[in-house]
């Protein structure tokens, strides 16, 4: 990897470092009562390791000039390999904690094992862990695609991914110790907060760097929805984590916001989490690779125009149905309520478009595991769009809110959405990426795709009944007026939902480690010469024969 | 001046109520304008080529 580097991105990598173990240990130092001082350690620790590495290729030769003439992807082959092992590691918590709501005593008495200590590693882990690594991947294959331009040097990629995943260990390791802000999604504190600002700041230069450098006059509308999620979460970000540390020397602080205004800002932050993590990137990747893998261009490019802007406009206001019947005045709730019916239109119109697209290569879609997880991916954001926009009718939250309908619509969402797409676009790029001619088993990945399958659906059945269960029992009246059932009563109910619930989720592990398994043998397999899948060639010239870097 | 509850009312049920109007018929025109079909168009096309070199002018 260091290989890759120039003389001159080696040194700048070196400094990056050097500064970046001051930082560390200036925080161990400043923060040795604290758990600051124990992310201090890591982060030393963390810049130590990459000075050795950096150090150890330092006196490689440089890069030969040719490599200007192919695109470059090692991140990107990092990133994905991450990305699984991310995915891994936050759906095994996430089924670790799955078991602990039906069994609530298997915490063995550890504070780190606690449900409200192991919940945000998983949420974070997948979200953060899983779906970012694999975004920021697939945004620099994409946008090297689509610009046909290289990207503009060797360093910043690099520096964004490490960096990024240095954020997603301090955030894991930090709910452990008990450090969080309790913002939703947002739980790292401030010293997190800023180097993700820094981070991401960086990854947001870079994608300019890359559509400046352009050879074709149109952005490809793949872009459009990966800078808006990088540049929207950038914004959402910074202001929902403006907060003051207590001193310099600990992990606390408070937010700059209080009482209700506190409660919409994480709001607002926290749906546009949903709209540009989860949807925006994850729309910018189906739009990339569902094209490519069905052989056929998008069925309609206008409507995927009006759709981002659609999405991009409606999605700002409609955080409010986080907060339906609470302090926030009824106009807000309100107008949080028509926005998110109105986002039906757009979200619809996207999964349509792709559901279009797909028509004519249904022959494909029953043949290819793999553009079969992008179909269903389709299917499931049709579902979970619709969905929320019903959840979203205050008389309809009534019900829901506080259940499991909650948690269903959730992971109809991350399972069936999130996750398969991301799956689909990762089998069609290794691949693409290895050069070679195809997955190692395209049994596994079939194998993977009906665990992922039933694994979402037991999830979903399971949490949607026992959401709306619980939600009646909650309501129900006897003939004097008074609650019929306790809340103990309504946990009885639930737990064969969440046995149910974990199984379902066992499954949906199995498959993500059998697909990681199969990307791994991928890699090991032999490179096809002959390759029927011209897709990642260079098509003349010796020069661009597809030469292994050294250290890939 | 200081901004009130009321202030924020009425600018959301004037200015915010136009402004996405507004916004909405801009990207109608450019979707529809008719110069802008053939990028569009080629646009769609174009990420099927399989020539995977980066350009270097
Ligand atoms: C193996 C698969 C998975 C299992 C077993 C699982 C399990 C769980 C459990 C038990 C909870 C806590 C529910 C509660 O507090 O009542 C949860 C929450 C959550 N999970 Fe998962 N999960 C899985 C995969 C995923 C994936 C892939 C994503 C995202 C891409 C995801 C995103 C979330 C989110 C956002 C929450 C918080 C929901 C809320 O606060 O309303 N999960 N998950
Ligand atoms: C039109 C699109 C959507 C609308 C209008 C919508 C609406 C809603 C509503 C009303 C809630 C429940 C709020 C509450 O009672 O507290 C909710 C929760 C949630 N939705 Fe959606 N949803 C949409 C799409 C999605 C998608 C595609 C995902 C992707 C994974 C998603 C992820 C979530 C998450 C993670 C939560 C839980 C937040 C929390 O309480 O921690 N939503 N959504």
């Known amino acids: 990897m260091i290989a890759q580097l120039t003389k001159s991105e080696r040194q700048s990598a070196l400094v990056i470092?050097?500064?970046?173990?001051?930082?560390?240990?200036?925080?161990?130092?400043?923060?040795?009562?604290?758990?600051?001082?124990?992310?201090?350690?890591?982060?030393?620790?963390a810049a130590i390791l990459g000075i050795f590495g950096v150090i150890s290729g330092y006196y490689a030769p440089e890069p030969s000039p040719d490599r200007l003439d192919s695109y470059y992807d090692s991140p990107t082959k990092f990133g994905i390999i991450v990305a699984m092992v991310w995915a891994v590691i936050g759906m095994a918590v996430g089924d670790w904690v799955a078991w602990l709501l039906a069994y609530p005593e298997w915490t063995f008495d550890?504070?780190?094992?606690?449900?409200?200590?192991?919940?945000?590693?998983?949420?974070?882990?997948?979200?953060?862990?899983?779906?970012?690594?694999?975004?920021?991947?697939?945004?620099?294959?994409?946008?090297?695609?689509?610009?046909r331009a290289r990207l503009p040097d060797q360093l910043t990629p690099w520096f964004v991914l490490f960096g990024y995943n240095l954020f997603c260990i301090i955030a894991a390791t930090g709910y452990l110790m008990g450090v969080t802000q309790s913002r939703e999604y947002a739980e790292p504190e401030w010293y997190a907060d800023i180097w993700l600002v820094i981070v991401w700041v960086t990854y947001f230069i870079l994608y300019m760097r890359v559509l400046a450098r352009r050879q074709e006059p149109h952005i490809y509308v793949a872009n459009w929805y990966y800078l808006a999620f990088i540049l929207v979460v950038a914004m959402l970000h910074i202001v929902n984590n403006l907060a003051m540390p207590i001193s310099w020397g600990s992990a606390k602080s408070y937010s700059l916001?209080?009482?209700?205004?506190?409660?919409?800002?994480?709001?607002?932050?926290?749906?546009?989490?949903?709209?540009?993590?989860l949807t925006s990137g994850f729309l910018g990747m189906m739009y990339y690779y569902m094209p490519k893998r069905a052989g056929r261009p998008i069925y309609s490019y206008r409507m995927s125009?009006?759709?981002?802007?659609?999405?991009?406009?409606?999605?700002?206001?409609?955080?409010?149905?986080?907060?339906?019947?609470?302090?926030?005045?009824?106009?807000?709730?309100?107008?949080?309520?028509?926005?998110?019916?109105?986002?039906?239109?757009?979200?619809?119109?996207?999964?349509?478009?792709?559901l279009m697209t797909l028509n004519g290569a249904w022959h494909k879609v029953?043949?290819?595991?793999?553009?079969?997880?992008?179909m269903v991916a389709a299917v499931f954001y049709g579902l979970t769009t619709f969905e929320g926009s019903f959840m979203a009718i205050r008389p309809v939250n009534s019900l829901s809110h506080y259940t499991d309908w909650t948690i269903g619509h959730v992971h109809a969402g991350a399972l069936g959405w999130v996750a398969m797409i991301t799956f689909g676009a990762i089998y069609a790029s290794v691949p693409w990426l290895w050069k070679r001619e195809s997955m190692y088993s395209a049994k596994l990945v079939e194998v993977h795709f009906w665990l992922a399958l039933a694994g979402t659906v037991i999830y979903v059945f399971a949490m949607w009944n026992s959401g709306i269960i619980q939600g009646l029992m909650w309501r129900t009246y006897n003939e004097s007026g008074t609650l019929a059932y306790s809340f103990v009563d309504s946990l009885v109910a639930m737990h064969p939902y969440y046995i149910a619930r974990a199984v379902g989720g066992a499954f949906f592990l199995l498959g993500a480690i059998i697909g990681f398994y199969n990307i791994l043998m991928t890699i090991r397999s032999a490179p096809s010469v002959e390759t029927q899948n011209a897709a990642d060639f260079p098509v003349t010239g010796p020069a661009a024969a597809p030469a292994l870097q050294p250290g890939e | 001046?200081?901004?009130?509850?009321?202030?924020?009312?009425?600018?959301?049920?004037s200015f915010g109520l136009?402004?996405?109007?507004?916004?909405?018929?801009?990207?109608?025109?450019?979707?529809?304008?008719?110069?802008?079909?053939?990028?569009?168009?080629?646009?769609?096309?174009a990420i099927l080529d399989d020539d995977d070199k980066p350009y270097r002018g």
């Open chain 1, 17 to 45: 470092l050097l500064a970046l173990a001051v930082v560390g240990l200036a925080m161990a130092a400043g923060g040795r009562h604290d758990p600051f001082g124990v992310h201090g350690a890591i982060v030393l620790l």
């Open chain 1, 110 to 147: 550890a504070a780190w094992a606690s449900f409200g200590r192991l919940r945000p590693v998983h949420t974070s882990g997948v979200i953060f862990g899983f779906g970012g690594n694999a975004l920021i991947a697939t945004s620099f294959y994409v946008m090297q695609r689509t610009t």
């Open chain 1, 257 to 277: 916001f209080s009482g209700v205004q506190d409660a919409m800002t994480q709001w607002w932050y926290g749906h546009n989490a949903v709209a540009f993590f």
């Open chain 1, 305 to 354: 125009i009006i759709s981002f802007w659609g999405i991009t406009f409606f999605y700002m206001w409609a955080g409010s149905h986080h907060l339906h019947y609470t302090a926030l005045p009824q106009w807000v709730q309100s107008l949080g309520m028509t926005f998110s019916v109105m986002l039906l239109v757009p979200s619809w119109v996207s999964a349509g478009n792709a």
């Open chain 1, 366 to 374: 029953r043949d290819d595991a793999t553009l079969r997880f992008m």
């Open chain 2, 1 to 13: 001046m200081t901004i009130t509850h009321d202030l924020l009312v009425w600018l959301s049920k």
């Open chain 2, 18 to 45: 136009f402004y996405l109007i507004g916004l909405s018929l801009i990207v109608l025109v450019y979707t529809y304008w008719p110069a802008n079909q053939k990028p569009f168009e080629h646009a769609a096309q």
